[in-house]
């Protein structure tokens, strides 16, 4: 089995972790998901985004990440893409190779990076919000869009 690292590393993301939280906060209940590259996943991706989304009125947006960028977002793509790719790369940076996951805090609210099956989100909430539940929503999140197609219809009959 894998061996997961879990990151917290403050001082080091604090510099963009506040541009998240002053720029991607949805403050308005919700907004749709942008559309990323044209394709089936980046609409899958949009949905799974806007279902993530739903779970909570403490989450304040989210992005998912795919080889190429973001594929879909709340808010605008081009927002978060720079923002999430240095996230990656600074929990990366801590970790010593590549994360499965980070959590940062902040007095703002608490940022979060989940790696699985060649994706990646990152989400950003409230402050004190259940860290266990959120990260096992975005892995349930990322899980559920990196099944093939035709297992996902096969479990809906």
Request: hydrophobic share 50%; charged share 20%.
């Amino acid at each position: 089995m894998e061996q997961m690292t879990t990151v917290v590393v403050q001082e080091t993301l604090a510099a963009f972790t506040v541009y998240m939280f002053q720029h991607m906060a949805d403050q308005t209940g919700g907004e749709t998901p942008k559309s990323g590259p044209a394709g089936p996943m980046a609409s899958e991706a949009e949905f799974a985004a806007a279902r993530f989304r739903s779970l909570s009125d403490e989450i304040r947006g989210c992005a998912i990440l795919g080889p190429r960028g973001v594929l879909a977002a709340t808010g605008e793509l081009e927002a978060w893409a720079e923002p999430a790719a240095e996230m990656l790369a600074a929990a990366d940076a801590a970790a010593g190779g590549n994360s499965s996951h980070a959590h940062v805090a902040t007095e703002e609210g608490e940022a979060y990076v989940v790696r699985l099956a060649g994706l990646a989100m990152v989400a950003v909430t409230d402050r004190f919000t259940l860290a266990s539940l959120v990260l096992a929503d975005m892995r349930a999140t990322l899980r559920e869009l990196a099944r093939p197609a035709d297992e996902s219809i096969a479990e809906a009959a």
